[in-house]
């Protein structure tokens, strides 16, 4: 794909559109953080970088790419893991983050009005002082909206609440040529034709650009405990996960642990886990608007996971107590990462009743393979999260094994009925995989979708598909 | 061995505000939860019962909920939970609570030989309660302990906290000790233990069980301290931008540390 | 002494006013508002309630004659034979006070040949200083250093007895207290007297989120406890007046059921979480090298050096040192960053701290937003220039 390059006329419109303070050209200018996400494996500076505040400016500079074939990469706060927002053909990146805004919060409608750049921690703040709550709850709270929008992120209560689409009402998008579109709205039902809104949703940035969003919002859930619950091993604790299912009571999120990675974040945090009974747990959060009410839902889980020979299960009811585990439990990808030189991650999703099978997979690949794979994940919606460590393999080795490994995990994914990426998308560096694991029908599909969209292709290009 | 817990029961959270005109607290709801220093103690108690063997009786004085955090400490791991309750006890400040605490160690059927307090409260951050339990009892105490090195057949070895050195000594039993936040990570309750213990009782005793019945010893009227009124505290609201040379930034940065206090002195005293 | 009196026949709900005290101290026993051992007596009852049901009564003034007692006596904090510096600040303070009351300051110093000591106290406005020297004073074992005390305040009866939060003050004065059945005020902030020898105390409770006034009424003397640097040490004078008297204690008096072992030298590897003063190295900082100004300012401030992600990033501190929302939370007394942008990520991770200062030289950084004070300068000009003003 050949693109224009930047030249100083880009430069003076660019300039003309955001001010001239906000228009950043060259490796010089700038910052490195621009150059990568999150994981860092894909490295490329754009062109030039350019910060907005509002929706006209995006529409301009899109119409201005549009008509002089410059690609453009919009970014967030730069937490994805799968290079998506990295310009790897250079061009414009659009830097949305200071489109932050909370617009409205709409109480009659139970909706929340937000620019892109409005980051997941100050909206869960903000809702939450209303006594409202907005339930999706990706490990990374300082990514924004319009990013977690972008690969349909899920996070820990999926389980209970589903994923980002679900609570995603209407958006405000500008197209590849300049147009800019209402999808959507405060309405609660939608049958009007194809629903272009859910095909934004997840797509990570190639489709169009979110510039405003309404998200649906829920009461909020006045009390909040978890459960801790030792097993002997692994696949006792997750054999127990459809049971609990099965029983109809439905926590809002199940995790599963592990003591390889407890011993690395205690190590990492400098504070002790509060228990180190056993070789696996399972973590499971309940909430409810009294503490009563949560008792009871707990209780009968309780007793199943007791039935189920769980070694115990220990309560986690207060704030520090909750802190104990959580901190943890937040800290186990920079955790594992500081335990090594380099990693990189596989977000596999299968069927709920696989993950012990593929959790076991994963295991013998680190004897089979020769490296270490740690991992974590939401056992209660199948969404696992493994990191290939590199350690002290070269690079020429490194890529080689962790091919290798990739290969093996995405392949008996697709044996189990799972899918390559359950939350964190497939950007850059998993487009193989997914052309690999959904097929070449599949693959056409969407490239027929982003040529209907863009039909230049200047849109985060070379990402997807 | 008998070792004792004393425990209390707090305010959910310390995130409290108070309404400037008024000067009364605002707080809507009365979630309450285990002094989170209390913890520490616990797990102290119920490891050296796994490891040496003991009976843990968890004491705590307060309203009829409090029974509450009783129940969890026997999910903890407690043997015995006593509480402490009757009207005369209300308004008791630091003195009068110690006091009645004391009491009823006294009123418990064995001769005690470790007396386990947390450092202090979240509500009340005096950390003094401990040391005048131990005066009432009339047994030593060591506060600030840092780590227990090893429980002998009569005493125990302790680490206390001297700020700048560490303190290692040997005290006979009785005594009672105060622990600080971190001494270990304290387990959390069992939903096992709860099974277990679900009908297990717990000992009510109030003024009349008492040695001392002497009303004016109790409550407000055995507490010397008197609260005149609680206000919101100054808040660091201030904004200031400071531009100009080098050098005389740097002038005004160290006058104002010097002036908060923070550059430190020759012997490098802590705080 | 004051209580509160329930006047059941103006209650309306009783749920309602159950609801009303935020300990929990309100019951409703088959029908009957009662109050119970949880009560503060913070009368928000009286105050927030259903008018009428709550009522304070206070009780007649005892009109027995009540002893004020005579002098402030300060207990001079010596530990390894070196006296604690809030020794200094706090017999300021007893000086400003009995000065307004006509009163005499002592001090009292327990330990083992000390002598020498005590004369250094005497330049700090004393009248008269204690000695109790004795090598069953070596090593701080309460019950020796608390008869030592109760013999002191028997024999000269003061009104007021301030201790210093220090680890020795914090266990010595509550259990002098309990043994005069007397009141104690921990952790005070504030200390003011009445001309009639009331001690004003002012102390936060609820972790620092709330103040309480307190005061003894009816029992001397009035304990209270003052933290290190709350108060100003007084200028050191060349001139001594005071005198130095010695006591002794009978031997069974010093017995005690605590064997000291050993002292040891504590080592420093605290948590960052745990650290009251945090310099932070930002981006701004071009070489691993350059991280030493950084090593050094905090050596000056004894506080703890963390870092943004980036720089951790780069390998040059330990991941653990590092502040932010994948990283640590922190609350400081004092947080010194250095060449800190602001990111959000960085910034929830401290923006509780008491006292946020920014060094930066971007006028527009986001951290100016958080900082208390904000420094519009390059570290490399103006850090080099704070060390070497503190040395």
Not at chain 2, 247 to 268: I, P, Y
Request: glycine share 8%; charged share 25%; hydrophobic share 40%.
């Amino acid at each position: 794909m050949t693109y224009k390059k930047i030249d100083e006329r880009d430069l003076a419109f660019l300039r003309s559109v955001c001010g001239e303070d906000k228009v950043f050209f060259g490796e010089e200018e700038i910052n490195d953080d621009f150059s990568h996400d999150e994981l860092g494996g894909v490295h490329q500076y754009p062109e030039v970088l350019v910060e907005v505040i509002e929706t006209s400016q995006v529409s301009q500079i899109m119409k201005y790419a549009f008509n002089n074939n410059i690609p453009v990469t919009p970014r967030g706060q730069g937490t994805g893991l799968v290079g998506a927002s990295v310009a790897i053909y250079g061009g414009i990146m659009i830097n949305m983050s200071k489109m932050n805004r909370i617009l409205e919060l709409d109480e009659d409608n139970l909706t929340l009005t937000v620019e892109p750049g409005v980051l997941l921690m100050e909206i869960s703040k903000f809702v939450e002082e209303h006594d409202l709550f907005y339930p999706p709850d990706p490990g990374e709270k300082s990514a924004t909206i319009a990013g977690n929008i972008n690969t349909n992120a899920g996070g820990m209560r999926a389980v209970k609440y589903g994923v980002t689409r679900d609570y995603v009402r209407g958006l405000e998008v500008v197209l590849p040529n300049g147009d800019i579109l209402q999808l959507g709205g405060k309405i609660v039902k939608n049958s009007s034709g194809y629903s272009i809104k859910d095909l934004i949703v997840g797509s990570e940035g190639t489709l169009g650009i979110v510039t405003k969003a309404i998200l649906k919002l829920l009461p909020l859930p006045k009390k909040t405990i978890s459960l801790l619950i030792p097993f002997p091993n692994l696949e006792m604790a997750i054999e127990t996960v459809p049971i609990i299912i099965k029983a109809k009571i439905i926590p809002t999120a199940i995790e599963y642990i592990v003591k390889d990675v407890i011993l690395v974040s205690e190590e990492f945090l400098g504070k002790k886990f509060p228990d180190h009974s056993a070789d696996a747990y399972l973590l499971l959060t309940f909430d409810g608007n009294s503490t009563e009410e949560i008792e009871r839902l707990y209780d009968k889980v309780a007793r199943i996971c007791l039935d189920q020979e769980a070694l115990d299960v220990l309560i986690s009811n207060t704030q520090e107590r909750q802190d104990s585990i959580w901190k943890a439990r937040g800290a186990f990808l920079e955790a594992i990462k500081a335990s090594t030189t380099e990693m990189d991650e596989c977000d596999v999703v299968v069927p709920r009743n696989k993950i012990a099978e593929f959790v076991k997979f994963g295991d013998r690949l680190q004897t089979e393979c020769h490296i270490r794979i740690r991992g974590f994940g939401h056992a209660g919606d199948g969404n696992l999260h493994m990191y290939i460590l590199r350690d002290e393999l070269n690079q020429a080795e490194w890529e080689e094994k962790l091919e290798e490994v990739f290969r093996h995990l995405y392949q008996r994914a697709k044996e189990l009925g799972g899918k390559v990426s359950g939350e964190h998308g497939i950007g850059f560096a998993k487009k193989l995989y997914l052309q690999e694991s959904d097929g070449e029908v599949n693959t056409l599909l969407m490239q027929s979708i982003k040529r209907a969209f863009d039909p230049m292709n200047i849109l985060n290009p070379g990402k997807i598909c | 061995m008998e070792i004792i817990v004393c425990i209390k029961q707090v305010p959910g959270t310390t995130e409290v505000e108070i309404d400037e005109e008024t000067g009364v607290l605002k707080r809507d709801g009365i979630e309450a939860k285990m002094n989170p220093y209390d913890l520490y103690a616990i797990e102290i108690a119920v490891r050296i019962k796994e490891d040496k063997g003991a009976k843990v009786t968890a004491i705590t004085m307060g309203p009829q909920q409090a029974i509450v955090v009783l129940r969890e400490a026997f999910m903890m791991g407690a043997d015995e939970t006593v509480l402490l309750t009757d009207r005369r006890f209300a308004g008791a400040d630091v003195l009068a609570t110690s006091y009645a605490l004391a009491q009823g160690i006294k009123r418990l059927p064995n001769n005690v030989d470790l007396i386990i307090c947390g450092k202090m409260t979240t509500d009340g951050d005096t950390a003094q309660v401990g040391p005048e339990i131990a005066e009432f009892i009339g047994v030593p105490h060591i506060s600030n302990v840092l780590n227990i090195l090893e429980i002998k057949e009569r005493s125990i070895v302790v680490e206390m906290d001297m700020g700048h050195t560490i303190e290692i000594a040997e005290v006979n039993f009785p005594c009672l000790i105060t622990v600080e936040k971190g001494i270990n990570q304290p387990r959390l309750p069992s939903f096992k233990r709860r099974l277990e213990t679900e009908s297990k009782e717990i000992s009510v005793l109030s003024l009349n069980d008492f040695e001392d019945q002497d009303e004016k010893r109790y409550g407000l009227n055995g507490s010397p301290t008197q609260v005149k009124r609680i206000f919101p505290p100054e808040t660091n609201t201030n904004r200031e931008l400071w531009k100009g040379s080098s050098q005389e930034l740097s002038d005004r940065l160290v006058n104002k540390l010097m002036e908060m206090k923070f550059v430190q002195e020759e012997s490098g005293w802590q705080r | 002494m004051a209580k509160i009196v329930i006047h059941q026949e103006k209650s309306m709900s009783p749920e309602e006013t159950v609801k009303l005290c935020p300990f929990g101290a309100i019951e409703c026993i088959e029908g009957k508002i009662e109050i119970n051992a949880g009560c503060k007596m913070c009368k928000i009852c009286v105050k927030q309630g259903p008018v009428g049901v709550f009522e304070l009564v206070e009780d007649e003034p005892e009109t027995a004659e009540f002893d004020p007692g005579n002098g402030i006596l300060v207990y001079a904090d010596c530990s390894e034979r070196e006296i604690h510096p809030v020794t200094y600040e706090l017999l300021g303070k007893a000086r400003e006070m009995a000065n307004k009351i006509g009163h005499p300051v002592y001090g009292i110093l327990i330990g083992y040949e000390i002598k020498e000591k005590a004369k250094e106290l005497l330049h700090y406005g004393v009248d008269e200083v204690f000695v109790y020297d004795n090598q069953h004073f070596q090593y701080f074992r309460i019950e020796p250093y608390a008869a030592a005390m109760e013999d002191l305040i028997m024999k000269k009866r003061p009104t007021i007895v301030l201790v210093g939060g220090t680890t020795v003050g914090r266990s010595l004065a509550p259990r002098v207290a309990a043994r005069f059945r007397t009141g104690l005020t921990a952790d005070c902030t504030k200390l003011s007297i009445q001309d009639n020898t009331d001690l004003d105390q002012i102390r936060p409770a609820f972790g620092g989120n709330i103040m309480a006034h307190i005061h003894t009424p009816k029992h001397r003397p009035q304990f209270a406890t003052v933290r290190y640097k709350v108060f100003d040490a007084p200028a050191r004078t060349k001139e001594t007046e005071g005198k130095i008297t010695e006591y002794d204690m009978p031997l069974e008096k010093m017995a005690s059921n605590i064997n000291v072992i050993k002292i040891k030298k504590k080592e420093k590897i605290e948590a960052l979480e745990d650290a009251e003063v945090i310099v932070v190295a930002g981006r701004a900082v071009k070489k691993k090298e350059d991280l030493n100004m950084i090593y050094q300012l905090a050596d000056r401030l004894g506080a703890q050096v963390a870092g943004t992600r980036p720089l951790i990033e780069t390998g040059w501190l330990d991941a653990r040192k590092q502040i932010g929302l994948s990283g640590r939370t922190v609350k400081p007394k004092l947080i010194i960053t250095c060449g800190v942008s602001g990111a959000i990520q960085f910034i929830s991770g401290m923006n509780n701290t008491d006292c946020i200062i920014a060094i930066n030289s971007n006028e527009n950084a986001s951290i100016f937003n958080v900082a208390h004070y904000g420094i519009v300068g390059d570290i490399y000009e103006v850090i080099p220039r704070i060390i070497e003003k503190l040395k």
